[in-house]
């Protein structure tokens, strides 16, 4: 059995030679690079880093997702791939088997060593909840320093705790970083309801690359508008992002006022067959129109007249923060993240009844002065976002300054 363990692959698949380097040496744990908020994140993170400074490696559980062909040549990737392992290692790591496993399995088998890694590095960054920090609470030991990041409304949405034995290993995994950096002020204050301890922490919001999202909105859209108002939504067909209430509230507001409106839905899902089926039996299908993922969203957000989310938990959406950079007035759920983003009038907060979402929307479409109003507090809100601050505030964290 010991040596199904130790012999993944004839060439470890996270071997790294030691060279002589005065860079500051990184390691990012990610599960994937999937099309969503925290990856786009990470992708234009790594796509600003001076690699003069840093020399990067990504480590992923799995190699796939829309932004791998953009992350930039300097970094280098390596995937831990379940597929090359035995099925002890299969067990381990399967995030549906993991409470199975005793935790203290974890730490015999030193999974630092098992996978390859050799030398130190100056900081590891996981940067996501779930899988990257419970594989980075074994690693620690590898670095001068280690952070985290938290991206979600964990008191919300506590979906990471399928990745641990118990909420005890999860604490754990948490105790063990030297600083935990929040998306949001609401996240970090979620997080320490659920989680009692003092942690060291910052709020570093997004980056989030202003001038680039404008410029690529003025591409050509790639649907056309049918009806005389349209609502945009962007975000994977998932559960939490609650895209059901959002065709709720169309079939509400062309039903009950008549209004001729059209929304699109930018992702995509497991959730998308149940979807289109509601969309059916609200007699809305011809007026929602489901765009796929799409790797350039901006000309849909751009050429929609309201942008919506309907989300039951975020942390700080990224969507909505593109949605400002495009001066869209914004209608979305009273949860964290677009609390805290809209605030100073820069948008429409709502309870989730669909009612009230639906009036919200209506009251913006049949006043064009009120429209115009959240469209100049869409664009003075997004003056928050400075990639080369956020960058220098990330920067910060690595290196432990201000902590």
Avoid at 68 to 94: C, H, T, Y
Avoid at 167 to 188: C, H, K, N, P, W
Avoid at 333 to 351: M, N, Q, V, Y
Wanted: net charge neutral; with cysteine; glycine share 6%.
């Amino acid at each position: 059995m010991s040596g199904s363990f130790t012999r993944v692959s004839e060439k470890s698949i996270f071997s790294e030679p030691e060279r002589p380097c005065m860079k500051n040496k990184l390691l990012i744990i990610q599960y994937s690079l999937a099309g969503g908020g925290a990856e786009k994140v990470l992708c234009d993170i790594l796509n600003r880093i001076d690699y003069d400074r840093f020399d990067v490696t990504l480590l992923l559980f799995q190699k796939y997702g829309v932004y791998l062909s953009a992350e930039p040549e300097s970094v280098r990737i390596k995937v831990f791939d379940p597929a090359q392992m035995a099925f002890g290692w299969k067990l381990l790591f399967n995030r549906w088997t993991a409470k199975l496993v005793p935790s203290g399995l974890w730490t015999r088998l030193k999974l630092y060593k098992a996978l390859g890694l050799c030398g130190k590095y100056d900081c590891i960054v996981s940067f996501m909840e779930g899988w990257s920090v419970a594989v980075h609470s074994k690693l620690r030991s590898r670095a001068r320093r280690n952070v985290t990041w938290v991206h979600i409304d964990m008191l919300a949405n506590h979906y990471s705790s399928g990745f641990f034995k118990n909420d005890a290993a999860e604490t754990e995994a948490y105790d063990r970083m030297d600083e935990i950096v929040f998306v949001s002020e609401q996240a970090r204050e979620a997080f320490f309801k659920l989680f009692a301890g003092e942690y060291p922490s910052r709020v570093i919001y997004n980056l989030i690359e202003k001038d680039n999202i404008i410029q690529k909105s003025s591409e050509s859209c790639p649907v056309e508008k049918r009806r005389k108002y349209v609502l945009c939504n962007v975000g994977r067909l998932a559960p939490q992002k609650r895209q059901d209430r959002l065709i709720r509230v169309v079939a509400r507001l062309w039903h009950d006022y008549g209004l001729d409106v059209e929304v699109w839905i930018v992702g995509e899902g497991e959730l998308e067959a149940d979807l289109r089926r509601l969309a059916k039996d609200l007699k809305v299908d011809d007026r929602v129109v489901f765009c796929g993922f799409q790797t350039n969203p901006y000309p849909l957000i751009k050429n929609a007249d309201i942008f919506v989310l309907t989300s039951d938990a975020e942390g700080l959406p990224v969507v909505v923060s593109e949605a400002l950079c495009l001066g869209k007035p914004i209608v979305a759920t009273r949860i964290t993240g677009p609390t805290e983003l809209l605030a100073e009038d820069a948008g429409l907060l709502t309870s989730m009844d669909e009612k009230e979402i639906a009036l919200k929307i209506k009251a913006l479409l049949d006043d064009c002065a009120l429209c115009s109003h959240y469209e100049a507090m869409a664009r003075r809100r997004s003056e928050i976002f400075c990639p080369d601050k956020s960058i220098e505030q990330i920067y910060a964290v690595i290196s432990g300054e201000n902590s």
